[in-house]
């Protein structure tokens, strides 16, 4: 069923555009927020602004967090030794969700994709080879999804570091070809942090 009221129809337009959400869905996210009392959506219109306004981007591993290095490149309990290379801050909540893996990470904040005009340059490899040079890092995982993209950019980062001081392997992906690590389950990324291979 379509709305034709004006501002409705903008707020359902804009869930639209979240990825992963259809129409109706979008309807529902709409009316879910119609329903919030004026205290409950401000309050969350204004975690989405300061969310906006706050996070940036760890001046070491690329990813998210509201502080010059994220909690987790400054933990002393993490093995500094090993990098995690991910697509996105996604990921690396999957990742410390199985509390298994315990070294650091770097995101790249996509993949190559020729079709989508990304190359080389539009992610975050530079800073990962700066990180190589002024960090004493032994292994490179290389943890990008299992998509053409995916491997196609494991590939190039592991050329890139084929005459480096540098371990570098690849997840064993008992994760199925074409899936996110992101919707992995625990066990599934712990068994493949495990399993993974030189490259």
């Known amino acids: 069923m379509a709305y034709n009221i004006g501002i409705l129809s903008e707020l359902i337009q804009q869930f639209r555009q979240l990825p992963g959400i259809?129409?109706?869905?979008?309807?529902?996210?709409?009316?879910?927020?119609?329903?919030?009392?004026?205290?409950?959506?401000?309050?969350?219109t204004d975690t989405i602004l300061n969310a906006k306004k706050t996070l940036r981007r760890c001046s070491s591993c690329q990813n998210l967090t509201d502080t010059e290095l994220c909690p987790i490149c400054v933990s002393p309990k993490r093995d500094h030794s090993i990098v995690l290379v991910v697509e996105s801050p996604s990921d690396v909540i999957a990742i410390e969700k199985g509390r298994e893996f315990n070294g650091l990470f770097h995101v790249?904040?996509?993949?190559?994709?020729?079709?989508?005009?990304?190359?080389?340059?539009?992610?975050?490899?530079?800073e990962l080879l700066v990180r190589l040079k002024d960090e004493q890092i032994k292994e490179v995982i290389i943890a990008t999804n299992p998509t053409v993209e995916g491997d196609a950019t494991a590939m190039y980062i592991a050329k890139l570091l084929k005459n480096l001081d540098v371990l570098t392997t690849r997840l064993a992906f008992g994760l199925p070809i074409g899936g996110d690590l992101e919707y992995a389950d625990e066990l599934t990324l712990m068994k493949a942090i495990e399993n993974r291979r030189e490259i």
């Open 22 to 44: 259809g129409s109706k869905s979008a309807q529902r996210l709409a009316f879910h927020v119609l329903d919030m009392s004026a205290e409950q959506a401000s309050l969350f």
């Open 108 to 126: 790249l904040h996509g993949v190559i994709s020729p079709m989508d005009n990304v190359g080389p340059n539009d992610i975050k490899i530079k």
